[in-house]
């Protein structure tokens, strides 16, 4: 099992950028893949963006070109970098691991709004 904590969620005007955290418990690098979902209010959860071990990356259409998804396995962390920010970003966005089974973060806000 695998404890996941996000961090670096926060209020944002559109067109600008945030960087998420995620912190594992454990080693990372036993994980088949990583990634980050996102719901917004009222909305299904959305596929943002995975990590595979081997470093291949996969991005929903919605974001293609704005986020970039990134692992450190020396640190049991990944990250999503968010750029050109919309108010349609806005969503609790949720870390989470796959080896087997799929474990979830509690996740973290973010709110784009001028």
């Known amino acids: 099992q695998v404890q996941l904590v996000e961090s670096g969620g926060g209020l944002v005007q559109p067109g600008g950028s945030l960087r998420l955290s995620c912190t594992a418990s454990?080693?990372?690098?036993?994980?088949?893949?990583m990634g980050w979902t996102r719901q917004a209010p009222g909305k299904e959860r959305e596929l943002v963006a995975g990590i595979r071990n081997g470093g291949t990356t996969t991005y929903a259409d919605s974001v293609k070109g704005r986020f970039t998804i990134s692992r450190d396995n020396a640190k049991n962390m990944v990250y999503l970098q968010m750029n050109s920010l919309k108010p349609e970003d806005t969503a609790v966005y949720y870390c989470?691991?796959?080896?087997?089974?799929?474990?979830w973060g509690q996740g973290t806000q973010v709110t784009v709004s001028s």
């Open positions: 989470h691991a796959d080896r087997g089974t799929r474990y």
């Open positions: 454990r080693s990372i690098f036993s994980m088949n893949a």
